[in-house]
């Protein structure tokens, strides 16, 4: 059973950087599957930020693509997310998911979520 | 890129069907057939409960079913249960490789 738990600071300050780790346990993050991250601010929709593959290649959601980094550590089995400038906007519970892509993308396996606050 | 529409909030009596919609363009939910649904309780991760428009995960209840016409994807929720109260996302693939999410909708069972 493919487990996925999200680590990082729960507090950014205005202007600096997010910084998030995906740890994957129960499967290998070099497996034929795109690794992602998801966010929900407070009460409001989820909204796709971007995602990795093993190799290296990424997509991006263009409203967030100028400030987003996602990048893989094969070695430690998980993947990062950096989100820079961040302000009040970015406050939100982000997730990281697994996308199976054998047939059509969808997303089956998800973290449990970190609440990250943007405030000073 | 623009989030696929939902109705804001949907609801129906138990054991009644109800039927969310979730209407992209034809660069999204019209171009491809690999739109997805998702569950989300309060306070816990989505759980995926569609895929590839109308199959069931293992485990899913095949009181849940989707559909496609044009640009328009629905869910349908037969024998409605208070288990099913809910939030529920579609999600789509779109033609620049990226992803999107519905609005969301909130189901009430009264």
């Known amino acids: 059973q493919v487990q996925l738990q999200e680590s990082g600071p729960g507090l950014v300050k205005p202007s600096g950087t997010l910084s998030l780790t995906c740890a994957v346990s129960g499967g290998s993050i070099s497996s034929s599957n795109w690794w992602s991250w998801v966010r929900q601010p407070p009460g409001k929709g989820l909204e796709w930020i971007g995602e990795?593959?093993?190799?290296?290649?990424?997509n991006y959601n263009p409203s967030l693509k100028s400030r987003v980094t996602i990048s893989v550590d094969k070695s430690k089995n998980q993947f990062s997310l950096k989100l820079s400038s961040v302000t009040a906007a970015d406050t939100a519970v982000y997730y990281c998911?697994?996308?199976?892509?054998?047939?059509?993308?969808?997303?089956?396996?998800w973290g449990q979520g970190t609440l990250v606050t943007v405030s000073s | 890129q623009s989030a696929l529409t939902q109705p804001a909030s949907v609801s129906g009596s138990p054991g009644q069907s109800i039927t969310i919609s979730c209407t992209g363009t034809s660069s999204d939910v019209g171009g491809y057939n690999y739109v997805s649904w998702y569950q989300q309780h309060p306070g816990k991760a989505p759980k995926l409960m569609i895929y590839?428009?109308?199959n069931r995960p293992s485990g899913v209840s095949n009181r849940f079913s989707g559909s496609k016409s044009g640009n328009t994807a629905s869910l349908t929720i037969s024998g409605l249960q208070a288990e099913d109260e809910a939030d529920y996302y579609c999600?789509?693939?779109?033609?620049?490789?990226?992803?999107?999410f519905g609005t969301g909708t909130k189901v009430t069972v009264l």
């Open positions: 998911a697994r996308e199976e892509v054998s047939s059509s993308p969808y997303f089956d396996y």
């Open positions: 999600s789509s693939y779109t033609s620049s490789s990226t992803r999107v």
């Open positions: 590839e428009v109308s």
């Open positions: 990795i593959y093993h190799s290296g290649s990424t």
